[in-house]
């Protein structure tokens, strides 16, 4: 066994905000981000948010990459929903790419090659990627520039807060997940229960990372417990629900792998429903892969962090029903929400499919700061500094 290196929510989005800093400091301003579903995307929302609290927008998406099979044993990379970035680039615009780890480079060389040969002469001039961890000795591809924070060695096992499948071991107990959370291991031992009734005190409630990995947990193990529907496709929506949606597919695997190993394991993805100027009500990014695939008699369990009343659920659900048309089965497509507001009705649309969650973790009454979305507090550097100073040391140092 590998040497482990465990590392918390709270630390990863730390060093997420301590990399767009970084990133930052080079002068780099890309025009376009891609962080890469799946260990990405996380880091991607904390560089993204460093950017923005300094006045730097950037049209970031996510686009999924299928490498790994297991701990230290790739196959060929497969890359996933990358249409709408090549119809978006040019070569003015810089391009940033944002995973978790940088190993041999192949997951990342694969995306380049496929942007240079699908783009062509549209493909940015500058390409840069920024990870959090890099193992120098297992690099095969040096062609790209690279920001990483920490250089680790090469047998070393980063257990990232999302995972938990790969911690399975020959011990029932599962030690090396109990060493990794005490409340995530009894979430999996304990089973799902009834949702929550949370009232947030005014003006709202931040939350911490850990809550929302543990919630997503809950979620994950929930939908499993579902004996009349298991998902083909889980498909996260971003950005939001790639902080639901990373927990939940690995508590979801790890259910299956520990108690029906037999079940087909769900196609993981996820789709764009950010508001940029590349991206509004009518176009949702990153469906192009998903109706390729998705048959009529396909399970989809749509993934999102708050459902408030439905806008980007209901948008993405017309969107595939347009794509798709008789290739989709409305009854096989639910949805999964960490938190659920009935009384918000701020984003009806004019015919919701859904009109709450099919699945939840608690239901609300009252707003929710996520824990990269200090912007929205109504003074984050006071406040920042109240309760979490070292977050304010990184965002708000000269």
Not at 352 to 374: D, S
Not at 386 to 394: L, V, Y
């Amino acid at each position: 066994m590998p040497e482990i290196s465990h590392v918390t929510p709270e630390q990863l989005l730390l060093d997420s905000l301590r990399l767009g800093r970084k990133l930052y400091d080079t002068g780099f301003r890309p025009k376009h981000a891609i962080s890469i579903w799946r260990g990405g995307t996380v880091v991607g929302l904390g560089v993204d948010a460093f950017f923005r609290n300094q006045g730097v927008f950037i049209n970031h998406t996510t686009i999924a990459t299928e490498s790994y099979v297991g701990i230290d044993k790739q196959e060929k990379v497969v890359v996933k929903g990358f249409e709408h970035v090549i119809q978006s680039v040019c070569p003015e615009d810089g391009l940033l790419i944002i995973d978790d780890v940088y190993e041999t480079g192949n997951t990342i060389r694969a995306i380049i090659d496929t942007l240079r040969a699908k783009a062509r002469a549209n493909t940015p001039s500058r390409i840069m990627v920024g990870t959090i961890h890099r193992k120098p000795e297992k690099v095969q591809y040096d062609g790209v520039e690279v920001q990483c924070l920490y250089d680790v060695d090469g047998g070393t096992w980063i257990d990232y807060p999302h995972e938990l499948a790969d911690l399975i071991t020959d011990d029932p107990d599962d030690p090396l997940i109990r060493r990794k959370s005490e409340a995530i291991w009894e979430v999996l031992r304990s089973g799902s229960r009834e949702p929550e009734l949370e009232r947030i005190p005014e003006p709202y409630r931040y939350l911490r990372p850990e809550e929302v990995t543990l919630d997503a947990t809950k979620l994950g193990v929930k939908i499993f417990e579902d004996r009349k529907f298991q998902p083909d496709f889980i498909v996260a929506l971003w950005p939001g629900g790639v902080q639901a949606g990373l927990p939940l597919h690995e508590a979801y695997k790890y259910m299956m792998k520990k108690h029906a190993p037999e079940r087909r394991r769900p196609d993981h993805i996820s789709i764009n429903t950010a508001s940029t100027h590349l991206t509004y009500r009518t176009h949702i990014l990153g469906l192009d892969y998903l109706g390729e695939r998705i048959n009529r008699d396909d399970n989809v369990l749509l993934v999102d962090s708050t459902y408030k009343s439905g806008r980007f659920v209901n948008d993405a659900v017309s969107r595939l029903k347009e794509l798709l048309r008789r290739n989709l089965n409305d009854e096989r497509v639910r949805v999964a929400s960490l938190y659920w507001n009935p009384e918000d009705q701020s984003t009806w649309t004019s015919r919701p499919l859904f009109r709450k969650p099919h699945y939840y973790v608690k239901e609300t009454r009252g707003t929710l700061i996520y824990p990269h979305a200090f912007h929205r507090f109504r003074d984050p550097r006071t406040e920042l500094r109240q309760f979490w100073p070292e977050m304010a040391g990184i965002l708000f140092a000269p």
